[in-house]
């Protein structure tokens, strides 16, 4: 799945604006990174992409921890009040100036993360894209809070990661840890007061590694832009929330959309595709085996029938169908023989009189290719089903058609 990653730039987005992003062709690997105007963008009439994800960078978000009250998430309108009023002594500026978006998962009564930006940045973002013709399906952070370290991580996990990036020119120091995501200018003042584990992650972008070696005083992992956007969009976070969701129909298509393109493509599902795979080629399998095995038997059964049938009447030169051919053959000795079969006139009548010895007599009879028909002979309700049943457990059928009754034998 070829996932493009748009960057919003810190100064806002416009129809002539120069975009930074990363063309992945499976949204593992980094593939073309670049930048370019939104019209010569890679999505813009190319086809190739079916994914579109747009990055809000680390120094545009602030974090805040909340407790939900009961009942919060459920209801958009009433959590965006809810929000304002848990974060405004917290925040600098109005909060109805403010777009904010929870963590994933985020229920009532829990602690749970919220994420702050400038409302009319993204929104404006947001419209700009779509005027261009290009559907973001997510907005993922940069990057987010650690999770909470417990006793077995130890102190590097709680001490969290750092990333050392270029931002416009300026070296930042991104901290991200459980206690949020803070950006520090890159300096010596800045690595004396963290006090940074020596055994703790160290990231830097390719621009700025020999200045943060020289301040922390060992080697750093290089990752570059492409790399930690990649990173980022591993997440389950969406920024989509709240008034910058159209209605809710369309967010819940938006999420099985992104939960069928997860389960089709990302690598944390690779092993259940794999043994969704294996568990229908052995379904198959077994079928075709299964199907193998009630062929052969039927084969089996009918090559056993023919085998009566030419058994018992060795004059058969070919079998068509061995119980018609074996009805008939049987048929053949009755009459020979001078017998009556169950689908003579004489067997009929006898059936008839034994069954339903109180019926009044038919008005005129008439027999044909093994059927009798009686006529006349008007039966009530229950005595009709009682003379029906009696006859079915002899063999015989009876049907009635308006004043007539047809009965016949079995064959």
């Not at 593939?31 to 370019?36: D, I, L, P, V």
């Not at 848990?86 to 829990?110: C, V, Y």
């Not at 750093?220 to 976070?237: G, H, I, K, M, N």
């Not at 038997?297 to 018992?312: F, M, N, P, S």
Request: contains cysteine.
């Amino acid at each position: 799945m070829a996932t493009l990653i748009l960057t919003l730039p810190r100064t806002g987005l416009q129809t002539g604006s120069v975009v930074d992003y990363v063309l992945s062709p499976d949204g593992l690997a980094a593939g073309k990174a670049s930048s370019a105007p939104l019209a010569l963008l890679p999505s813009a009439g190319t086809g190739r992409v079916t994914e579109t994800l747009l990055l809000v960078g680390a120094a545009h978000l602030s974090w805040h921890r909340v407790q939900l009250p009961k009942g919060a998430a459920a209801n958009s309108a009433r959590l965006r009040a809810v929000l304002e009023g848990l974060l405004e002594d917290q925040l600098l500026d109005d909060p109805a100036t403010l777009h904010f978006a929870l963590a994933p998962g985020a229920a009532k009564d829990a602690s749970t993360w919220v994420a702050v930006c400038d409302k009319a940045w993204l929104r404006n973002g947001l419209q700009t894209l779509e005027a261009a013709g290009i559907t973001v399906a997510r907005i993922v952070p940069e990057l987010v809070p650690d999770a909470p370290a417990d006793a077995k991580q130890g102190a590097t996990a709680e001490a969290g990661s750092l990333y050392a990036i270029d931002n416009a020119g300026q070296p930042l120091l991104l901290h991200a840890s459980a206690s949020g995501v803070t950006p520090w200018p890159l300096q010596a003042s800045t690595v004396a007061l963290l006090q940074w584990p020596q055994d703790a992650p160290l990231r830097a972008e390719p621009a700025v590694s020999v200045l943060a070696e020289q301040l922390f005083g060992r080697s750093v992992q290089l990752q570059s832009r492409p790399e930690r956007a990649l990173a980022a969009c591993q997440s389950d976070w969406d920024l989509a929330q709240l008034d910058l969701v159209n209605n809710q129909r369309s967010r819940s298509l938006k999420r099985l959309g992104g939960a069928a393109r997860a389960l089709m493509q990302a690598p944390r599902w690779r092993a259940a595709r794999w043994s969704l795979l294996a568990l229908i080629a052995v379904n198959l399998l077994g079928l075709n085996v299964r199907a193998g095995a009630e062929h052969a038997a039927l084969q089996a059964q009918r090559k056993a029938i023919d085998a009566v049938l030419t058994g018992t009447f060795p004059a058969t030169q070919v079998v068509v169908d061995a119980p018609v051919q074996m009805q008939r053959a049987v048929a053949a000795l009755q009459q020979n023989a001078g017998t009556l079969g169950a689908r003579d006139f004489e067997t009929l009548l006898g059936a008839w009189a034994l069954a339903a010895p109180t019926a009044p007599a038919p008005s005129g009879l008439d027999f044909a290719n093994g059927e009798l028909r009686l006529q006349g002979v008007a039966l009530a309700a229950g005595a009709l089903a009682e003379t029906t049943q009696a006859l079915k457990a002899r063999g015989y059928t009876l049907r009635a058609t308006g004043a007539d009754l047809t009965l016949r034998g079995a064959p």
